[in-house]
C-alpha cells in the first residue's frame, strides 16, 4: 500500500488538522516508510505462536467476585446534583 500527497492532506483534513504542503511531503514519505514496516511485519510467519497478554510470564490476579456497594441505591445518588427516585437526573443533550 502506498500513501500519495492527495490523500495525506484529505486524511488531515478529516482529522481538521492544519498540514502545509511541505508538511504533507514529508508526512507522505513517514507513513510509506511506517505502511513498509508493517507490510514486513505482515511477511512473518506466526502460526503456531499463542497470543499473549505480558512479554513476561506471568498469573493473573483473580479477585472474588462479590456484590461490594450496589446494594444501596439511595447511598449511591446521595452525592448526585440531582436525583429522583434513586436514578441520577441529567439535562437533555439529545432533541
Known amino acids: 500500500?502506498?500513501?500519495d500527497t492527495a490523500t495525506?492532506?484529505?486524511?488531515?483534513?478529516?482529522?481538521?488538522?492544519?498540514?502545509?504542503?511541505?508538511e504533507a511531503e514529508r508526512m507522505t514519505h513517514e507513513?510509506?516508510?511506517?505502511?513498509?514496516?508493517v507490510e514486513q511485519l505482515n511477511e512473518?510467519?506466526?502460526a503456531g505462536v499463542e497470543p499473549m497478554?505480558?512479554?513476561?510470564?506471568?498469573?493473573?490476579?483473580w479477585r472474588q467476585d462479590a456484590v461490594t456497594d450496589g446494594g444501596d441505591a439511595g447511598r449511591v445518588t446521595l452525592n448526585a446534583p440531582l436525583s429522583d427516585d434513586n436514578f441520577f437526573m441529567v439535562p437533555k443533550v439529545v432533541e
Open 1 to 3: 500500500m502506498s500513501v
Open 8 to 22: 495525506v492532506t484529505r486524511v488531515a483534513r478529516l482529522a481538521r488538522i492544519k498540514v502545509s504542503a511541505d
Open 31 to 37: 507513513l510509506n516508510s511506517i505502511l513498509g514496516f
Open 44 to 46: 512473518v510467519d506466526v
Open 53 to 61: 497478554t505480558s512479554a513476561v510470564n506471568t498469573t493473573m490476579r
